[in-house]
């Protein structure tokens, strides 16, 4: 890094240190394997957003740090101006919660490159002319709730009092982990941030895919985040003898759900940037020697539009009644989430691209396949994001997912840069 551009990744290192401590905690029946599994509420998500507080007081020089009633790690970093509580603000951040069997950078580098910017100002004494927020958001994934975007629900004022009922794996509903976790429900509506109060929100995450790789650069500016909706759905035919059932007289769940699956992978094929993704499967209490009765699955589609990702939805639930009329099966499908595809604002992407030309780097825009807080963030204020390359071809949610200190280090200094641009608006 010193020859390219004359500094060493001593930020860089400082971010990379801190996302390995915290993938020090995970939940049980991974941690013993060694797997990164953070999900809401746990005893691994608690020491999570603890550690992260004490680092922004501790390490970092924050002015104000708490943990919010839905578990958001929030930090305010003080404006110049004598009445911080009037001052403008910038909000940044993104989620410290992963996917089961994640990796380490997913959500936590958006945390973390902002906290070593705030850092930095705080050891040169430095106070900008807007407020710097940065907040760990709580829960994005959807892992141990289908309440994906909960943190940063409760920033826009979108908390969904339903969540509170879902129950997870073990029986214990949402409600019932807040309690235990020392959170009023009470003071969820309080979070809601004004929105004429920030500046917008900006969120650094990694791409989570192959391309800076191939283009063999460190940092992409984002230009909008796909939409995307999910389902949760499940065949219902006819469990029968595994050995006495001709093939002929079968209503057979899984069969069905295995040609479903041939056509999303080939309607989603066919459309550029469309994806679509069956990622659980199941045939519920099924027996080697019984013809499955029930076969339970999930549908992620996303796409750079709403209109191509619910055709192609439409499409899949058609194909879907064709299959059941066939052979003579029931189904069920529940809408689980839906988020709008989110362009970023021009004005503040245009400080991302200044910030990355400032580096002396090419600039590159690309849209974003996976979903972000920002999505949510989109709804209420100007949202941008920047993009830092993966290793291994940018695998992500998979142990695989790392970047280097250098590119971390690159990221600080385009936030830094950022700031300075936001602070010349
Ligand atoms: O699924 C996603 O796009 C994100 O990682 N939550
Ligand atoms: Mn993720
Ligand atoms: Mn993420
Ligand atoms: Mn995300």
């Not at 995970?26 to 599994?37: K, M, V, Y």
């Not at 004598?82 to 936590?108: C, F, I, M, Q, W």
């Not at 994934?141 to 979108?158: C, D, H, I, N, P």
């Not at 998979?398 to 200094?413: G, K, Q």
Request: with cysteine; glycine share 8%; charged share 20%.
């Amino acid at each position: 890094l010193n020859d390219k551009f004359g500094f060493d990744p001593v930020l860089g290192h400082w971010v990379w240190d801190r996302a390995e401590e915290l993938a020090a905690y995970s939940d049980p029946g991974f941690a013993e394997r060694g797997e990164l599994t953070v999900t809401y509420l746990t005893p691994a998500h608690q020491a999570c957003a603890q550690t992260l507080a004490v680092w922004m007081r501790v390490d970092c020089g924050f002015d104000h740090v708490e943990i919010d009633a839905v578990g958001n790690v929030v930090g305010r970093y003080h404006a110049a101006a004598s009445a911080p509580e009037v001052a403008p603000r910038l909000l940044t951040g993104s989620h410290y919660d992963t996917v089961r069997n994640g990796g380490k950078y997913d959500g936590r580098l958006g945390i973390l490159v902002p906290m070593a910017c705030v850092r930095e100002l705080h050891r040169q004494g430095r106070r900008l002319p807007f407020s710097i927020e940065v907040v760990a958001f709580s829960e994005e994934e959807g892992q141990r709730y289908k309440a994906t975007f909960l943190g940063s629900s409760a920033l826009t004022g979108q908390f969904d009092t339903a969540w509170l009922d879902q129950q997870d794996a073990q029986g214990i509903s949402l409600r019932q982990a807040m309690k235990s976790a020392g959170l009023r429900e009470e003071d969820i509506p309080a979070l809601r941030r004004e929105p004429s109060r920030y500046l917008g929100f900006v969120e650094v995450h990694i791409e989570q895919g192959p391309v800076l790789n191939a283009l063999d650069l460190p940092l992409g500016v984002v230009t909008s985040i796909n939409g995307s909706v999910r389902f949760m759905g499940e065949l219902i035919g006819m469990a029968s003898h595994a050995g006495t059932t001709p093939m002929g007289h079968r209503r057979d769940a899984a069969v069905a759900v295995a040609e479903l699956l041939l056509f999303v992978e080939q309607r989603a094929s066919a459309v550029p940037g469309l994806v679509a993704t069956v990622g659980m499967l199941q045939v519920p209490e099924g027996s080697i020697n019984v013809v499955p009765g029930r076969c339970q699955f999930s549908l992620d589609i996303r796409a750079t539009t709403d209109a191509v990702r619910d055709a192609c939805a439409y499409d899949i639930q058609q194909e879907l009644r064709r299959i059941c009329e066939r052979r003579d099966l029931r189904f069920s499908l529940e809408e689980a989430m839906r988020a709008a595809a989110a362009p970023c604002a021009p004005a503040l992407q245009a400080c991302w691209d200044q910030a990355v030309a400032a580096l002396g780097l090419p600039l590159h825009h690309m849209p974003s396949g996976a979903g972000h807080d920002a999505m949510k963030l989109h709804e209420v204020m100007p949202q941008a994001m920047l993009f830092v390359r993966g290793l291994n071809a940018g695998i992500s949610h998979n142990p695989l997912e790392s970047i280097t200190s250098d590119d971390a280090e690159l990221s600080i200094r385009a936030f830094q840069h950022l700031i300075d641009a936001v602070g010349s608006k």
